[in-house]
T-cell receptor, first 114, second 114 residues
Framework: NAGVTQTPKFQVLKTGQSMTLQCAQD?????MSWYRQDPGMGLRLIHY???????DQGEVPNGYNVSRSTTEDFPLRLLSAAPSQTSVYFC?????????????FGPGTRLLVL | AQSVTQLGSHVSVSEGALVLLRCNYS??????LFWYVQYPNQGLQLLLK??????LVKGINGFEAEFKKSETSFHLTKPSAHMSDAAEYFC????????????FGAGTQVVVTP
């Protein structure tokens, strides 16, 4: 199993550009989530999904969209990038809620918005 | 609503000394509690978790944590620090009434000195 994979590893955007951060998992996990990590603030939940076709907002959803058309993929879309979205983004997945609450994290995507 | 507070953003320990990282939580319902470790330029890895079973939880790499409901704490300890323990550590909480919405602390950076 590859686990949780994220692409790209690093991206530079100009203000106003849009892009999609990709996240995929091959463990048949129901739950997937996106976090952003900023110095001194830990990880903050952006959006999450408890299964295909179901998404919900986390703590900091503004400026980001998600969809979950398949169990494996959970892309994060930045609609119009802003310098405040410069951060490291992590995707995570978990098995069925009745089986295991452990989150498995991807390696992260470093995003710089100029 | 739940929240997590980690006391101390930086901790310096000598090799062989006790490692103690403090985490306090706030939750109106019984929580699930987690400790994750992040090595430089990597994603997060689960160290251990409390899910309402034994209050003393043992994890990987010699770490353990004790859930104390009366103190709303879940402190992480390791009897003897190793150079390889240098990393950032995050405490996280989730509750059954908001399953999937993990709340992370701000993190504690651990430096191990020879």
């Amino acid at each position: 199993n590859a686990g949780v994979t994220q692409t790209p590893k690093f991206q530079v955007l100009k203000t106003g550009q849009s892009m999609t951060l990709q996240c995929a998992q091959d463990m048949n996990h129901e739950y997937m989530s996106w976090y952003r990590q900023d110095p001194g603030m830990g990880l903050r939940l952006i959006h999450y999904s408890v299964g295909a076709g179901i998404t919900d907002q986390g703590e900091v959803p503004n400026g980001y969209n998600v969809s979950r058309s398949t169990t494996e993929d959970f892309p994060l879309r930045l609609l119009s990038a802003a310098p405040s979205q410069t951060s490291v983004y992590f995707c995570a997945s978990s098995p069925n809620r009745l089986a295991d609450e452990t989150q498995y994290f991807g390696p992260g995507t470093r995003l710089l918005v100029l | 609503a739940q929240s997590v507070t980690q006391l101390g953003s930086h901790v310096s320990v000598s090799e062989g000394a006790l490692v103690l990282l403090r985490c306090n939580y706030s939750s109106s319902v019984p929580p699930y509690l987690f400790w994750y470790v992040q090595y430089p330029n990597q994603g997060l890895q689960l160290l251990l978790k409390y899910t309402s079973a034994a209050t003393l939880v043992k994890g990987i790499n010699g770490f353990e944590a004790e859930f104390k409901k009366s103190e709303t704490s879940f402190h992480l300890t390791k009897p003897s620090a190793h150079m390889s323990d240098a990393a950032e550590y995050f405490c996280a909480v989730m509750t059954t009434d908001s399953w999937g919405k993990f709340q992370f602390g701000a993190g504690t950076q651990v430096v191990v000195t020879p």
